[in-house]
C-alpha cells in the first residue's frame, strides 16, 4: 500500500472537532474527512517543531530522543518510520518541513526535494542557566500579531508553494512507473505558522467570520500560571500593545491559511486521482497554537490549543468516522509500519507509541498519553498526561495543574487543590512520578544545552560548513539528452502512455 503523509504546522486542533470545522472554508480536506477515521483527541509529543516532528517521526518522547528544542541534534541511528518502511521495501521521500538539526538531514528517507524553512544548526539553543533571558534574534514576539495582514508573497507563502510543485511533480514522475517498490511520499508545509499574514483571495473568505475572537479574552498576567507567565516573558509582551483589531486579523489570516493549505492539499489529491494511484492518506500537524485565547499566542504550553493536533487517517481496516480515545503523535510512527505490514515485534523496541490501527479498528484502549516540553519559555522540563477526561500538569518549578476537560474545555479551572478531585491528581501524580525523573531530565537538559553553546560558537568560528540540505537536481539526467533514446524517453515519460 503507498502511503501519502500531509503534514502541516501548528495547526490548532480544536478547529478540528470532527474534521474540519463547519465555518472552515476548506472543501478538500472535509471531503478527505469523510474518508477517514477522525482523531478528536490528538496530542503533540511536544509542543514546539522540531522536537514535536522528531517524536512524530521516531514514536519517542523527547526524553528519549534527546531533541529537547529547535537546535537539538536529531541522532541519526534513532529509528524512525521512513527507516521501517525503507526496510521493507519501501521508497521514500520528503518534500518540505522536518526541521532536521545536526549533519543527517536524511533521517531515513531516500530522497528530498526541498530545502528545510529553518536552520540545521545549534544557533536556536535555549540556555536553562540563563532563566528569564531572551535570545532577541530568534525568539517569538508578538510583532507577528501586530503586523498581522494581507500579502501575496512571503518567505512562508514561497516555501509551502514549492513543497506543492515538488510533491506533485513527484506523484507525476512515481505515475509513469520509473519506481516499481511501493512509496511513502511525506509533504510537510510551514503554514499555518504565523507570521499572520495570508493572501488576499483565502483573507477575504472570513470577512463576515464570527470567530475572530478567542472564545477565552486575554487575562491579567498576573492571573496566569507560572509557565503561562514564562511564555509571555519570553513573547517580550511587554513591548507590543494588542488591540482587538490585532487579535482579529491575526485569526482571520490564520483561518485563511488553513484555507490555502487546503488549496494546496486539494492540488496534491487531485494529481493522486489524475494519475489512478491508490494510497493511504494521513493528515497531521506538529502542534497548535493558542490564537489569543487566555491572550496567549503560539505554542510552546499545554492547555488545548497549543497541545491538540488534527489527525485523520483515510486507509483500508480503518473505518470513517470519529474516535474520542486520546491518542499522540508519537503512535504515527508505528500504525504507519503496522499499515506497512511491517512486524510490530521489529518496531516495538524502538518507540513508545501505539499502532492505531487496533483503536480505530477494534477500539482498543491506548492508555495515558503524555506530552513534555523543555525548550524556550521553560525553565525547567514541563510534563503533562491526558487520561480520560483529565489532564495533569507537572513542573518542579510550579504547583501541579489538574483540568477536568469534560467540564471545563477552556481549562479555567485547576483542580489540583480540590479534595472531590484528589483522587485522579494522586493518580495522575503517581503515574508521572513512576514514568519521569524530572530531576534527571533537567540534568540531561542542560547538559544538551552546555555541549550545544560551545559547539555552535567553535563552529561560526573560522570556516563555515552549513548542514542545511541542499536539494540536487541533477539536470543531465532530466528531459532529453544525448545517452538517451528519444523514442523511449517521450513513451516512458507519458502518463497514461499511448495506446
Given at each position: 500500500?503507498?502511503?501519502?503523509?500531509?503534514?502541516?504546522?501548528?495547526?490548532?486542533?480544536?478547529?478540528?472537532?470532527?474534521?474540519?470545522?463547519?465555518?472552515?472554508?476548506?472543501?478538500?480536506?472535509?471531503?478527505?474527512?469523510?474518508?477517514?477515521?477522525?482523531?478528536?483527541?490528538?496530542?503533540?509529543?511536544?509542543?514546539?517543531?522540531?522536537?514535536?516532528?522528531?517524536?512524530?517521526?521516531?514514536?519517542?518522547?523527547?526524553?528519549?530522543?534527546?531533541?529537547?528544542?529547535?537546535?537539538?541534534?536529531?541522532?541519526?541511528?534513532?529509528?524512525?518510520?521512513?527507516?521501517?518502511?525503507?526496510?521493507?521495501?519501501?521508497?521514500?521521500?520528503?518534500?518540505?518541513?522536518?526541521?532536521?538539526?545536526?549533519?543527517?538531514?536524511?533521517?531515513?528517507?531516500?530522497?528530498?526535494?526541498?530545502?528545510?524553512?529553518?536552520?540545521?544548526?545549534?544557533?536556536?539553543?535555549?540556555?536553562?542557566?540563563?532563566?528569564?533571558?531572551?535570545?532577541?534574534?530568534?525568539?517569538?514576539?508578538?510583532?507577528?500579531?501586530?503586523?498581522?495582514?494581507?500579502?501575496?508573497?512571503?518567505?512562508?507563502?514561497?516555501?509551502?508553494?514549492?513543497?506543492?510543485?515538488?510533491?506533485?511533480?513527484?506523484?507525476?514522475?512515481?505515475?509513469?512507473?520509473?519506481?516499481?517498490?511501493?512509496?511513502?511520499?511525506?509533504?510537510?508545509?510551514?503554514?499555518?505558522?504565523?507570521?499572520?499574514?495570508?493572501?488576499?483571495?483565502?483573507?477575504?473568505?472570513?470577512?463576515?467570520?464570527?470567530?475572530?475572537?478567542?472564545?477565552?479574552?486575554?487575562?491579567?498576567?498576573?492571573?496566569?500560571?507560572?509557565?503561562?507567565?514564562?511564555?509571555?516573558?519570553?513573547?517580550?509582551?511587554?513591548?507590543?500593545?494588542?488591540?482587538?483589531?490585532?487579535?482579529?486579523?491575526?485569526?482571520?489570516?490564520?483561518?485563511?491559511?488553513?484555507?490555502?493549505?487546503?488549496?494546496?492539499?486539494?492540488?496534491?489529491?487531485?494529481?493522486?486521482?489524475?494519475?489512478?494511484?491508490?494510497?493511504?492518506?494521513?493528515?497531521?500537524?506538529?502542534?497548535?497554537?493558542?490564537?489569543?485565547e487566555r491572550g496567549l499566542w503560539f505554542k510552546m504550553s499545554m492547555f488545548e490549543g497549543s497541545a491538540r493536533v488534527p489527525l485523520m487517517i483515510s486507509a483500508p481496516g480503518m473505518a470513517p468516522g470519529r474516535i474520542d480515545t486520546p491518542v499522540s503523535t508519537i503512535d504515527v510512527c508505528p500504525t504507519l509500519a503496522d499499515m506497512a505490514g511491517v512486524s510490530m515485534d521489529e518496531v516495538a523496541p524502538w518507540t513508545e507509541g501505539q499502532s492505531l490501527l487496533g483503536v480505530a479498528g477494534e477500539g482498543a484502549a491506548r492508555g495515558p498519553v503524555a506530552i513534555e516540553y523543555a525548550a524556550e519559555a521553560s525553565y525547567a522540563p514541563v510534563v503533562c498526561l491526558r487520561d480520560g477526561r483529565y489532564k495533569y500538569v507537572r513542573c518542579a518549578l510550579d504547583p501541579d495543574m489538574l483540568f477536568d476537560l469534560s467540564a471545563d474545555p477552556q481549562e479555567l479551572t485547576n483542580l489540583a487543590d480540590d479534595p472531590a478531585h484528589a483522587d485522579a491528581l494522586g493518580r495522575l501524580r503517581s503515574m508521572a512520578e513512576a514514568r519521569w525523573d524530572l530531576v534527571r531530565f533537567d540534568d540531561d537538559v542542560r547538559r544538551s544545552q552546555a555541549r550545544r553553546w560551545i559547539v555552535y560558537d567553535a563552529l561560526r568560528n573560522g570556516a563555515y560548513y552549513p548542514w542545511d540540505y541542499q536539494p540536487l537536481r541533477r539536470a543531465s539526467e532530466r528531459f532529453m539528452r544525448n545517452h538517451m533514446d528519444l523514442n523511449d524517453l517521450e513513451e516512458n515519460q507519458r502518463f497514461p502512455r499511448g495506446e
Open positions: 500500500m503507498n502511503i501519502l503523509i500531509l503534514m502541516v504546522d501548528q495547526l490548532n486542533g480544536t478547529l478540528f472537532p470532527d474534521g474540519p470545522a463547519d465555518w472552515l472554508h476548506a472543501p478538500n480536506l472535509k471531503r478527505l474527512a469523510e474518508s477517514s477515521a477522525r482523531f478528536q483527541n490528538c496530542y503533540t509529543a511536544s509542543p514546539l517543531c522540531a522536537p514535536g516532528r522528531a517524536s512524530f517521526m521516531s514514536g519517542q518522547l523527547p526524553s528519549l530522543t534527546g531533541v529537547y528544542d529547535n537546535a537539538a541534534e536529531f541522532p541519526s541511528d534513532l529509528p524512525t518510520y521512513a527507516h521501517h518502511l525503507r526496510r521493507a521495501g519501501y521508497y521514500t521521500c520528503l518534500s518540505g518541513k522536518m526541521h532536521f538539526v545536526g549533519p543527517d538531514q536524511m533521517h531515513g528517507f531516500e530522497d528530498r526535494l526541498t530545502t528545510d524553512i529553518y536552520p540545521a544548526d545549534f544557533g536556536w539553543t535555549p540556555d536553562y542557566r540563563k532563566p528569564g533571558e531572551r535570545i532577541e534574534w530568534w525568539y517569538h514576539n508578538l510583532g507577528s500579531v501586530t503586523g498581522a495582514g494581507i500579502a501575496e508573497i512571503t518567505n512562508q507563502l514561497e516555501y509551502d508553494d514549492e513543497v506543492t510543485f515538488n510533491a506533485c511533480a513527484k506523484l507525476f514522475d512515481l505515475a509513469r512507473g520509473g519506481e516499481t517498490r511501493p512509496w511513502c511520499l511525506t509533504v510537510s508545509f510551514t503554514h499555518p505558522h504565523d507570521p499572520y499574514v495570508a493572501r488576499r483571495k483565502y483573507w477575504d473568505l472570513y470577512e463576515d467570520c464570527q470567530h475572530l475572537l478567542p472564545q477565552v479574552p486575554a487575562m491579567e498576567y498576573e492571573a496566569h500560571d507560572p509557565h503561562s507567565k514564562r511564555i509571555f516573558d519570553a513573547n517580550d509582551w511587554r513591548s507590543f500593545h494588542i488591540t482587538d483589531d490585532d487579535i482579529r486579523r491575526s485569526r482571520r489570516a490564520y483561518f485563511a491559511n488553513i484555507s490555502y493549505l487546503d488549496d494546496k492539499v486539494g492540488e496534491i489529491l487531485d494529481v493522486l486521482e489524475q494519475t489512478r494511484q491508490e494510497a493511504a492518506i494521513l493528515f497531521v500537524s506538529d502542534h497548535g497554537d493558542m490564537l489569543g
